[in-house]
């Protein structure tokens, strides 16, 4: 079985919880950015966009480097996929959930009148 | 009104084309003896299902799992409109767990050929503990999911 530590998943899901911390990992999913490329598309200020990627980093879900005088920020997708697979849980349950809906309409099919 | 709850937090959805009419599933979803005949993934029973549909009337469903214990399923309507639309908050609470944050879920229908699609969307905003008992409930049903397929609902 899959062992979820709560407070680490916790502290995930109130990381993705937030749009403007989705479009950042989204655009790290593509390559490493700098603090401040990541800052840029986002009407927000520096430090705004600072505590942002700092949400992200306490999380696990990116690493920063030090690269002179630049921050590197890229994607740790371990995390990630920690919230993706606990979230297939449910998917599971609903997709066979489903089935169970589908076969029951069909035998309501075969009686028009029920 | 806009739930704030569907706004932050994971989701994920789920879409189906079913051969039947939108009021034919909202009834499905929302009539206690339809629900007893269906509820739950395969291999799972549901009894005792109470519904008060009603924005703010809450429903609750106990399932048994194919291995383990009985668990609850329950929640509060939010929007209900009658084959179009179901919100209702979902909380499991089972033996030695309970969430303690609700997630909301969405099922919407809309018209597809001669069926119906459904679109079923699960927002949490906070992780639930229970998703291992789901889980665990889930090593039983899989083996017996091959068989459910080809046996007939009665």
Redesign the interface.
């Known amino acids: 079985?899959?062992n979820?530590s709560?407070d680490r998943?916790?502290r995930?899901?109130?990381a993705?919880?937030?749009r403007t911390r989705r479009a950042m990992l989204q655009r790290l999913s593509r390559r490493p950015h700098s603090v401040t490329e990541l800052a840029r598309p986002f009407a927000m200020s520096l430090p705004a966009a600072s505590k942002h990627i700092r949400v992200l980093e306490r999380a696990g879900l990116i690493r920063r480097r030090r690269d002179g005088r630049v921050h590197r920020c890229s994607l740790d997708p371990r995390r990630l996929k920690e919230?993706t697979d606990?979230?297939a849980?449910?998917?599971?349950?609903?997709?066979?959930?489903?089935?169970?809906?589908?076969?029951?309409?069909?035998?309501?099919?075969e009686q028009p009148d029920a | 009104m806009p739930d704030p709850t569907t706004k932050?937090?994971?989701s994920?959805t789920?879409t189906?084309t079913?051969?039947?009419s939108a009021a034919?599933?909202f009834d499905?979803w929302t009539r206690p003896e339809?629900m007893v005949?269906?509820?739950?993934?395969?291999g799972f029973t549901a009894r005792d299902v109470s519904v008060d549909l009603r924005p703010g009337g809450r429903f609750r469903i106990t399932m048994v799992p194919p291995q383990g214990e009985p668990f609850m399923l329950g929640g509060e309507y939010r929007e209900i409109v009658p084959g179009v639309k179901l919100v209702m908050t979902w909380r499991y609470d089972g033996p030695g767990v309970t969430d303690h944050a609700e997630s909301v879920v969405t099922v919407e229908l809309a018209p597809e050929g001669d069926g119906t699609r459904?679109t079923?969307t699960?927002v949490?905003?906070?992780?639930s503990?229970a998703?291992?008992q789901?889980?665990?409930g889930?090593a039983g049903?899989l083996d017996k999911?091959e068989a459910a397929?080809v046996t007939?609902?009665p």
């Open positions: 079985m899959v979820y709560p998943l916790d995930v899901f109130g993705l919880g937030d919230a606990w979230l849980q449910y998917r599971k349950f609903w997709e066979s959930s489903m089935d169970s809906l589908a076969a029951y309409l069909e035998t309501l099919e | 932050r937090g994971l994920l789920v189906r079913l051969r039947a034919r599933i499905a339809h005949r269906w509820w739950g993934p395969t459904l079923l699960h949490f905003a906070k992780p503990p998703a291992a789901y889980e665990q889930w049903s999911l397929l007939p609902t």
